[in-house]
Nanobody, 122 residues
Framework: QAQLVESGGGLVRPGGSLRLSCASS????????MGWYRQAPGKERELVAV???????SYSDSVKGRFTMSRDNAKKMVYLQMNNLKPEDTAVYYC????????????????WGHGTQVTVSS
């Protein structure tokens, strides 16, 4: 049973940057897909970025060009570098992972972290 733990959230001003981390309790080679979701108050959970087997990463249009997802296999870590943050990026960010390549993309990942709060405000 894998566990995912996010960290790195906080309060940042518009235009600032944050790097979120997701630590896995098992080798991330166990997962064919990993991703980041976010959920703002009163809104549905939204896919931010997803990486699938083969290393291809896709981003939502709202973050494309500003956010970058990466992974460190040796450290069992996945990261989300967020630049040029905007107030609308305020949300709880969740790390997700699954052995199936499609389940993270569809929002039905087997493993989820508890989330880390990101607040963008002046």
């Amino acid at each position: 049973q894998a566990q995912l733990v996010e960290s790195g959230g906080g309060l940042v001003r518009p235009g600032g940057s944050l790097r979120l981390s997701c630590a896995s309790s098992v080798s991330i080679f166990e997962f064919n897909s990993m991703g980041w979701y976010r959920q703002a108050p009163g809104k549905e959970r939204e896919l931010v970025a997803v990486t699938t087997v083969g290393g291809r990463t896709s981003y939502s249009d709202s973050v494309k060009g500003r956010f970058t997802m990466s992974r460190d296999n040796a450290k069992k870590m996945v990261y989300l570098q967020m630049n040029n943050l905007k107030p609308e990026d305020t949300a709880v960010y969740y790390c997700a992972a699954d052995a199936s390549s499609g389940r993270v993309l569809l929002g039905f990942a087997e493993y989820w972290g508890h989330g880390t709060q990101v607040t963008v405000s002046s």
